[in-house]
T-cell receptor
Framework: AQSVTQLGSHVSVSEGALVLLRCNYSSSVPPYLFWYVQYPNQGLQLLLKYTSAATLVKGINGFEAEFKKSETSFHLTKPSAHMSDAAEYFCAVRSSGNQFYFGTGTSLTVIP | ETGVTQSPTHLIKTRGQQVTLRCSSQSGHNTVSWYQQALGQGPQFIFQYYREEENGRGNFPPRFSGLQFPNYSSELNVNALELDDSALYLC????????????????FGPGTRLTVT
């Protein structure tokens, strides 16, 4: 079975500070991992995905994530937070049947 | 290219009633997945349809059922509504060239907010 765990349901950072959102996965096979963002009253938007081509993945809006097999992690980072980054972030793993399993989410607050 | 659309946007039902939610997939996509997102939780996989056949199901009771039509649009039906069914229901579409070949990305619609009273 595949699953992801997001550590920290709420994260607050100052505008301009580093953003770090944590995700650990559990998978018996090489995982396909994703980060999605959800703004209030909206659906999910894909930020980036890991599909084994490169361990450092760059996504939209300046976000990136590094796949670390030894730590079973896929943490999301952004060097400098912007007010518009305030949202809910979800880590997800795709099963062999193309079904996605999501973490419980991390709410990011950006303090001006 | 149109995105994933869902209707209605909001719905209020009474316990015991039945509800049908609709989803139009993105142009060119033949696979639709449905998710339930309770307040403060991540989306939970309900089921997936590929070329009008159910192709995987999460841990949801049989009163959750679905359909996919030849144009790849889809419906989610929930019978005998319970209070815990109150949630945001998300539809996601993706492209799948063959039964064992998948495209990674799923594109999500804005969701239908269901409230059961």
């Amino acid at each position: 079975a595949q699953s992801v765990t997001q550590l920290g349901s709420h994260v607050s950072v100052s505008e301009g500070a580093l953003v770090l959102l944590r995700c650990n996965y559990s998978s018996s096979v090489p995982p396909y991992l994703f980060w999605y963002v959800q703004y209030p009253n909206q659906g999910l938007q894909l930020l980036l995905k890991y599909t084994s081509a490169a361990t450092l993945v760059k996504g939209i809006n300046g976000f990136e994530a590094e796949f670390k097999k030894s730590e079973t992690s896929f943490h999301l980072t952004k060097p400098s937070a912007h007010m518009s980054d305030a949202a809910e972030y979800f880590c997800a793993v795709r099963s062999s049947g193309n079904q996605f399993y999501f973490g419980t989410g991390t709410s990011l607050t950006v303090i001006p | 290219e149109t995105g994933v659309t869902q209707s209605p946007t909001h719905l209020i039902k009474t316990r015991g009633q039945q509800v049908t939610l609709r989803c139009s997939s993105q142009s060119g996509h033949n696979t639709v997945s449905w998710y339930q997102q309770a307040l403060g939780q991540g989306p939970q996989f309900i089921f997936q349809y590929y070329r009008e056949e159910e192709n995987g199901r999460g841990n949801f009771p049989p009163r959750f059922s679905g359909l996919q039509f030849p144009n790849y649009s889809s419906e989610l039906n929930v019978n005998a509504l319970e209070l815990d069914d109150s949630a945001l229901y998300l539809c996601a579409s993706s492209s799948r060239p063959g039964p064992h070949i998948s495209r990674d990305e799923q594109y999500f619609g804005p969701g239908t907010r269901l409230t059961v009273t």
